[in-house]
């Protein structure tokens, strides 16, 4: 898988976009064209057939324009990704903006992402190191503080909490990911995967030497989902879900602790 890194553009010219105050070009060889239609078909692009698929002369083709009429209204495709990212961060609800606690407020969030990465999920071959920082992003994080803001955690804490949540949503949905690209890239399903191999595995595995793994199998802990659905899948599923909630629990019980360490002062 390729990654991508996000802010590879100029500077100036990608924050001018980002956050509106880039003039749109008054003439030019397509003078009917936008800077949103030109991300809008990017994006699109990309859900269909992926990042590696993106080019500036892809979107050209999609638009029905010449390529060099793109760059009229955005430089490069380091600009257009910075811009697809922040235009996809835009289609979550603020978690601030529910009704709920802190909890209900940060799973919102979780769920949030995790959807946004279902429908985008190039966006995970875009490294999270360097942020967009366009007005959506930057938008999204400033909310997911302040649901954590009066909780009992510090400000450091406070970072550490948003992170951590968006962190385990990306990582879960990164393992959903490469489920589908390993059948996409190779050709192979994973049923057919695992047809090869099953059969060959069971004559070298012995239950006594693996009695654990043995007694969770035999309680059904590998058995296909009764509904038919992609084992992998429904198991990425099930993992999200028990993880998110371990998450959760975990940043439940520091708030609990430092209440019970302020009582006793």
Same mark, same amino acid.
């Given at each position: 898988?390729?990654?991508?890194?996000?802010?590879?553009?100029?500077?100036?010219?990608?924050?001018?976009?980002?956050?509106?105050?880039?003039?749109?070009?008054?003439?030019?060889?397509?003078?009917?064209?936008?800077?949103?239609?030109?991300?809008?078909?990017?994006?699109?692009?990309?859900?269909?057939?992926?990042?590696?698929?993106?080019?500036?002369?892809?979107?050209?083709?999609?638009?029905?324009?010449?390529?060099?009429?793109?760059?009229?209204?955005?430089?490069?495709?380091?600009?257009?990704? @910075?811009?697809?990212?922040?235009?996809?961060?835009?289609?979550?609800?603020?978690?601030?903006?529910?009704?709920?606690?802190?909890?209900?407020?940060?799973?919102?969030?979780?769920?949030?992402?995790? $959807?946004?990465?279902?429908?985008?999920?190039?966006?995970?071959?875009?490294?999270?190191?360097?942020?967009?920082?366009?007005?959506?992003?930057?938008?999204?994080?400033?909310?997911?503080?302040?649901?954590?803001?009066?909780?009992?955690?510090?400000?450091?804490?406070?970072?550490? $909490?948003?992170?951590?949540?968006?962190?385990?949503?990306?990582?879960?949905?990164?393992?959903?990911?490469?489920? $589908?690209?390993?059948?996409?890239?190779?050709?192979?399903?994973?049923?057919?995967?695992?047809?090869?191999?099953?059969?060959?595995? @069971?004559?070298?595995?012995?239950?006594?030497?693996?009695?654990?793994?043995?007694?969770?199998?035999?309680?059904?802990?590998?058995?296909?989902?009764?509904?038919?659905?992609?084992?992998?899948?429904?198991?990425?599923?099930?993992?999200?879900?028990?993880?998110?909630?371990?998450?959760?629990?975990?940043?439940?019980?520091?708030?609990?602790?430092?209440?019970? +360490?302020?009582? +006793?002062?």
């Amino acid at each position: 898988m390729t990654t991508e890194y996000g802010g590879r553009g100029d500077p100036q010219r990608s924050l001018e976009l980002l956050w509106g105050t880039r003039k749109s070009p008054s003439r030019g060889p397509a003078p009917g064209l936008s800077v949103e239609q030109i991300v809008q078909a990017a994006i699109e692009i990309a859900d269909a057939e992926g990042l590696t698929a993106l080019s500036m002369r892809r979107v050209a083709e999609r638009l029905a324009v010449g390529t060099m009429s793109l760059y009229t209204y955005i430089p490069g495709k380091a600009e257009l990704l @910075d811009l697809m990212l922040d235009t996809i961060f835009g289609e979550e609800t603020n978690p601030a903006s529910i009704e709920g606690n802190w909890r209900a407020r940060l799973e919102l969030r979780a769920r949030e992402d995790w $959807a946004l990465f279902q429908r985008h999920s190039w966006a995970l071959q875009v490294s999270s190191v360097r942020a967009g920082l366009g007005p959506n992003e930057t938008g999204l994080f400033d909310a997911t503080l302040y649901v954590v803001s009066e909780i009992g955690l510090s400000a450091r804490e406070m970072v550490a $909490a948003v992170n951590l949540i968006a962190g385990y949503v990306r990582g879960a949905a990164t393992g959903v990911m490469e489920v $589908a690209l390993a059948a996409q890239q190779t050709g192979i399903s994973d049923e057919q995967w695992w047809a090869a191999r099953e059969p060959i595995l @069971d004559t070298y595995f012995d239950p006594k030497r693996f009695p654990t793994a043995t007694r969770v199998a035999i309680e059904g802990a590998f058995d296909p989902p009764a509904d038919g659905t992609n084992y992998f899948l429904s198991n990425a599923l099930y993992d999200f879900e028990f993880g998110l909630q371990r998450v959760l629990d975990g940043i439940e019980a520091l708030i609990l602790h430092r209440s019970e +360490q302020a009582e +006793q002062r």
